[in-house]
Protein backbone atom coordinates (compact mmCIF):
# COMPACT_ATOMS: atom_id res chain seq x y z
CA UNK A 1 0.00 0.00 0.00
CA UNK A 2 1.14 3.47 -0.81
CA UNK A 3 -0.23 7.07 -0.26
CA UNK A 4 0.06 9.43 -3.52
CA UNK A 5 -0.16 12.73 -1.52
CA UNK A 6 -0.74 16.05 -4.09
CA UNK A 7 -0.72 19.54 -2.58
CA UNK A 8 -2.20 22.03 -3.89
CA UNK A 9 -2.18 25.83 -3.70
CA UNK A 10 -4.94 27.81 -5.94
CA UNK A 11 -5.64 31.55 -6.26
CA UNK A 12 -8.62 32.74 -5.11
CA UNK A 13 -9.39 34.36 -8.05
CA UNK A 14 -9.80 30.37 -9.82
CA UNK A 15 -10.70 28.35 -6.33
CA UNK A 16 -13.96 27.61 -7.32
CA UNK A 17 -13.55 26.76 -10.92
CA UNK A 18 -10.60 24.80 -9.82
CA UNK A 19 -12.33 22.95 -6.99
CA UNK A 20 -15.66 22.56 -9.51
CA UNK A 21 -12.99 20.74 -12.19
CA UNK A 22 -10.83 19.20 -9.64
CA UNK A 23 -13.55 16.72 -8.14
CA UNK A 24 -14.32 15.02 -11.49
CA UNK A 25 -10.51 14.80 -11.89
CA UNK A 26 -10.01 12.58 -8.45
CA UNK A 27 -12.55 10.62 -10.05
CA UNK A 28 -11.14 9.93 -12.62
CA UNK A 29 -7.92 9.31 -11.06
CA UNK A 30 -9.41 6.03 -9.12
CA UNK A 31 -10.12 4.44 -12.63
CA UNK A 32 -6.86 4.03 -12.77
CA UNK A 33 -5.69 0.50 -11.83
CA UNK A 34 -4.78 -0.16 -7.86
CA UNK A 35 -5.97 3.15 -6.67
CA UNK A 36 -8.58 2.65 -3.92
CA UNK A 37 -9.57 5.62 -2.76
CA UNK A 38 -8.76 9.46 -2.31
CA UNK A 39 -9.31 11.79 1.09
CA UNK A 40 -9.61 15.27 -0.06
CA UNK A 41 -8.97 18.31 2.72
CA UNK A 42 -8.62 22.04 3.26
CA UNK A 43 -4.89 22.91 4.70
CA UNK A 44 -5.58 25.70 6.82
CA UNK A 45 -2.95 28.41 5.96
CA UNK A 46 -2.05 31.17 8.79
CA UNK A 47 -0.39 33.19 5.59
CA UNK A 48 -2.35 36.29 3.74
CA UNK A 49 -0.84 34.77 0.48
CA UNK A 50 -4.22 34.95 -1.59
CA UNK A 51 -4.20 31.36 -2.43
CA UNK A 52 -6.64 28.17 -1.05
CA UNK A 53 -4.53 25.26 -0.06
CA UNK A 54 -5.69 21.86 -0.73
CA UNK A 55 -4.45 17.78 -0.14
CA UNK A 56 -5.62 15.50 -1.92
CA UNK A 57 -4.35 12.32 -1.00
CA UNK A 58 -5.03 9.07 -2.61
CA UNK A 59 -4.64 5.09 -1.83
CA UNK A 60 -2.69 2.67 -4.21
CA UNK A 61 -2.98 -0.74 -3.93
CA UNK A 62 1.04 -1.50 -4.80
CA UNK A 63 3.91 0.84 -6.05
CA UNK A 64 3.80 -0.74 -9.34
CA UNK A 65 0.34 0.33 -9.81
CA UNK A 66 1.59 4.20 -8.93
CA UNK A 67 4.68 3.67 -11.10
CA UNK A 68 2.57 2.33 -14.42
CA UNK A 69 0.29 5.45 -13.36
CA UNK A 70 3.13 7.91 -14.08
CA UNK A 71 4.62 5.99 -17.00
CA UNK A 72 1.44 5.83 -18.78
CA UNK A 73 -1.00 8.33 -17.68
CA UNK A 74 0.36 11.26 -15.47
CA UNK A 75 1.66 13.64 -17.93
CA UNK A 76 -1.85 13.43 -19.88
CA UNK A 77 -3.81 14.23 -16.17
CA UNK A 78 -1.29 16.86 -15.35
CA UNK A 79 -1.65 18.74 -18.19
CA UNK A 80 -5.01 18.55 -17.97
CA UNK A 81 -4.85 21.27 -14.92
CA UNK A 82 -1.88 23.12 -16.49
CA UNK A 83 -3.51 24.27 -19.81
CA UNK A 84 -6.66 25.22 -17.86
CA UNK A 85 -5.27 26.54 -15.20
CA UNK A 86 -1.88 27.70 -15.45
CA UNK A 87 0.43 29.49 -13.29
CA UNK A 88 -2.48 30.28 -11.00
CA UNK A 89 -1.97 26.80 -9.15
CA UNK A 90 1.20 25.21 -7.99
CA UNK A 91 1.33 21.69 -6.87
CA UNK A 92 3.47 19.17 -4.78
CA UNK A 93 3.48 15.92 -4.85
CA UNK A 94 5.31 13.25 -2.74
CA UNK A 95 4.35 9.29 -2.20
CA UNK A 96 4.17 7.91 1.16
CA UNK A 97 5.48 3.81 1.52
CA UNK A 98 3.96 1.90 3.54
CA UNK A 99 1.39 3.88 5.58
CA UNK A 100 0.59 2.49 8.71
CA UNK A 101 -2.33 3.19 10.34
CA UNK A 102 -3.33 3.04 14.27
CA UNK A 103 -6.58 3.94 15.69
CA UNK A 104 -7.80 4.28 19.24
Known amino acids: MVIYEVNLSINNDIFQ ?3 EWLLPHIQQMLLFNGFIKSEIGM ?3 NEDDNQN ?3 VSYTVDSYDNLQHYF ?3 ASE ?3 EAINRFGDKI ?3 RR ?3 EPLTLCA
Open 17 to 19: EYY
Open 43 to 45: VEN
Open 53 to 55: HLR
Open 71 to 73: DHH
Open 77 to 79: MRA
Open 90 to 92: NVT
Open 95 to 97: IIL
